[in-house]
C-alpha cells in the first residue's frame, strides 16, 4: 500500500536542461512562488560549483530567494544555523552526487525532519539524479548496467528519506542501460514498484499516489506483482536472472500513472505543462 502525503515530488533522472526551454527546472521553480526555495548541494563533492550552476537559473527563473543548504558532515546538520535555512521554505531541491552522503549526513537530522515537515504541509521536495534516488524508503546505491543481470549481481540498497513508499526508483535510465538492474531489484521483492527516469525527465507525484511525467524523455515501471516464477533464489549465481510474467509500462511527457492501482493514463503535453504549472 501507497502511504499518502500532503505535498508534491519533483522527480528528475539528472542531465534536465539548464540553458534551453527549461521546462524541468522551471517546474521546480514555480513551488518556491510563496516562499524560498532551498538547494541541498550535500550529496556532491562540488558543492560551490554545483551551486553556481543552480542559483542564477533559478533567480532567472524568478525565485526572488534561493538559498544554500550544504552540509560536510552529520555534526553540521545538528547546528542550528545550518537548518535555519530552511525556515520559510516551500520547496527542498537535492542536487545530484552520491545518495549515501545525504541519508547518512542528513537522516533525521532537523535538516531531514523540517524538509519532511515542509513537505507534509503542502509543499515540494524535488531531486535529480542521486537526489531522485533517495526520496523512496529503499533507494537503489549500486549494481551493474547494460547486461542481463544475472542470479549473483550485487544489487547494493539502502534506506531512504521514506517521501514515498511502495517504490524503488532508478535514473539516468535508458542513457545508462539500467532496466537490467531494476528488474533483479523488484524480483527480489515483487511487492516494490520500480521506476526508471530518463535523464532531462521529470515525474511529478501529487500526494504520493498520482504521478505526471514531464520533459523529453520517458519514465518506466516495472511491476512484478504477478510475476509467477524467478530464479533469484538459485544456487547457481553465475545464472542469467529469469523472472516470468513481469509488467513493463513506459511514459512520455503527459502520461499519467496511480501508484496506487498502477495503472497507466494518456494525457497531452499541454496537460502536463498545466499541470506543473509552466503553461
Known amino acids: ?26 517546474a521546480v521553480a514555480n513551488e518556491a512562488r510563496n516562499g524560498a526555495l532551498v538547494v541541498v548541494t550535500a550529496a556532491s563533492d562540488l558543492p560551490h560549483e554545483v551551486w553556481a550552476d543552480y542559483e542564477p537559473i533559478f533567480r532567472d527563473l524568478g525565485v526572488e530567494d534561493v538559498r544554500q543548504l550544504h552540509v560536510d558532515s552529520r ?9 535555519g535555512v530552511l525556515d520559510g521554505a516551500t520547496c527542498v531541491f537535492f542536487t545530484g552526487g552520491d545518495q549515501l552522503k545525504l541519508t547518512s ?3 533525521d537530522t532537523p535538516v531531514f525532519q523540517k524538509t519532511r515537515a515542509i513537505y507534509e504541509s503542502g509543499g515540494c ?14 533507494m537503489m546505491v549500486s549494481g551493474g548496467s547494460s547486461a542481463s543481470p544475472r542470479v549473483g549481481d550485487a544489487l547494493r540498497m539502502a534506506p531512504g528519506f521514506g517521501f514515498v513508499s511502495g517504490v524503488i526508483i532508478d535514473q539516468h535510465f535508458a542513457e545508462r542501460g539500467r532496466i537490467g538492474r531494476l528488474i533483479g ?6 511487492r516494490i514498484l520500480g521506476i526508471g527516469v530518463d535523464e532531462n525527465t521529470a515525474l511529478i507525484c501529487e500526494h504520493g499516489v498520482s504521478c505526471t511525467v514531464l520533459g523529453e524523455g520517458a ?12 530464479n533469484v533464489v538459485d544456487d ?11 509488467r513493463l509500462h513506459l511514459l512520455n511527457m503527459g502520461d499519467e500513472f496511480d501508484l496506487q492501482t498502477r495503472v497507466p493514463a494518456c494525457h497531452s503535453t499541454e496537460q502536463a505543462e498545466a499541470k506543473a504549472g509552466i503553461s
Do not use: W
Open 1 to 26: 500500500m501507497i502511504r499518502t502525503r500532503s505535498g508534491r515530488l519533483i522527480v528528475i533522472g539528472g542531465h534536465e536542461d539548464k540553458e534551453d526551454e527549461r521546462v524541468i527546472l522551471r
Open 75 to 83: 555534526e553540521q546538520a545538528l547546528d542550528e544555523t545550518v537548518h
Open 105 to 107: 549526513q542528513l537522516g
Open 125 to 138: 521536495v524535488a531531486g535529480t539524479s542521486a537526489g531522485a534516488s533517495v526520496v523512496c524508503e529503499t
Open 185 to 190: 531489484a523488484v524480483a527480489q521483492n515483487p
Open 219 to 230: 519514465v518506466y515501471f516495472v511491476d512484478a506483482r504477478d510475476v509467477t516464477q524467478s
Open 236 to 246: 547457481s549465481t553465475d545464472r542469467t536472472l529469469s523472472v516470468f510474467n513481469i
